[in-house]
């Protein structure tokens, strides 16, 4: 299968045209056609030679991901995406007042094996190559006729697992003659991979570090997400503490509520002690049910107690609101019910 050119940075189109004995610069020109002017053809770009795009076209191909279903509730689009090798991904757009963001997958399946995950049911099948996360954002854009200003790649897979790539990824998105967003706007999420958080906060951009948490003791947390046993959680809030100290970027814990498992007052108390004096950040993220798992979501008057107890202890914490109570709401719940077909 030829290569995408939407898997290249800029770096990397630069290279390109050296080797092939341009200017450099061409690789801002193409930059721009491709996520500015959007351009479906390189027949349609104006300011390089002919022979040189009659090359580039031999090299690097156009193609999208085929858009198998979009399914659509307030505020809250969710998109459905077959790939070259048949397998499909998920990538959910949600409208704020603050304006649209996107939420991406990062591989195909994960082995991350967090146990209320319906996305983790199936195992990782591979990453995702840096052209089919860019390709999520480009092709949402063209169907809403929007600009998206927020991304995070909490989707399909765990990022830090295909590290390579989700770098590239914030490389073009953010680059100012690429899809020009803001790195304070572009969030990555992580379980917890020790080595990899390590290597991220030597990553120049003041792009946001969320670690999905969900319990606050080794316990419990050994019992819900199994990549703990690997990096327990004292040594990975040992690494988050350096991480604040050398990027001085606010953390956030992401911490999903499951009824009668984590959402104890004990829980939110130990949560609070965790995680005092450090720059972060709770998002509380009430549970979508899935007929495939056994969990359920806490009721709401659970979620408020937790909610107040973090308050009390001066913790800053949000309830992430929800989207699509009238969709395939859960992560990698669409691709399932596709897959089951």
């Not at 290279?15 to 450099?24: P, V």
């Not at 092709?139 to 990022?159: A, L, T, Y």
Request: with cysteine; charged share 25%; hydrophobic share 35%.
């Amino acid at each position: 299968m030829m290569e995408s050119i939407y898997n290249l940075d800029i770096d990397q189109l630069e290279e390109y045209f050296l080797s092939h004995n341009c200017k450099k610069f061409h690789a801002d020109q193409l930059f721009s056609w491709l996520y500015q002017k959007r351009i479906n053809s390189y027949n349609k770009v104006t300011n390089i030679k002919k022979d040189i795009l009659d090359e580039l076209a031999k090299d690097y191909s156009l193609k999208k991901l085929e858009l198998v279903k979009v399914e659509k509730d307030v505020d809250v689009n969710k998109y459905l995406f077959k790939l070259y090798d048949s397998e499909y991904i998920e990538a959910v757009l949600m409208r704020h007042d603050y304006g649209n963001s996107i939420c991406v997958s990062s591989q195909v399946g994960c082995n991350m094996g967090c146990k209320f995950c319906e996305s983790g049911r199936r195992k990782k099948v591979r990453n995702l190559n840096t052209y089919e996360m860019v390709l999520q954002i480009l092709q949402v854009e063209e169907d809403i006729k929007e600009r998206i200003s927020h991304v995070v790649v909490m989707g399909i897979g765990e990022p830090f697992d295909n590290y390579d790539n989700v770098i590239r990824f914030i490389k073009i998105i953010n680059h100012p003659k690429g899809l020009q967003i803001g790195s304070r706007h572009i969030t990555i999420s992580t379980c917890g991979i020790i080595p990899k958080i390590e290597e991220f906060m030597n990553f120049n951009y003041q792009v946001n570090l969320a670690i999905s948490l969900h319990a606050p003791n080794n316990e419990l947390r050994d019992k819900l997400m199994p990549i703990n046993k690997v990096y327990p959680l004292s040594e990975l809030m040992q690494v988050l503490k350096k991480y604040l100290k050398k990027t001085n970027r606010r953390l956030t814990f992401e911490y999903i509520l499951l009824d009668g498992i984590n959402d104890q007052q004990q829980h939110a108390q130990e949560l609070a002690n965790l995680i005092k004096g450090m720059n972060a950040y709770v998002n509380l993220i009430p549970y979508n049910d899935t007929e495939n798992l056994e969990f359920n979501r806490s009721k709401t008057i659970q979620i408020m107690k937790f909610y107040d107890i973090l308050k009390k202890n001066k913790v800053n914490v949000t309830i992430r609101r929800e989207f699509g109570s009238k969709i395939s709401a859960a992560c990698g719940q669409l691709r399932s019910k596709e897959e089951s077909l």
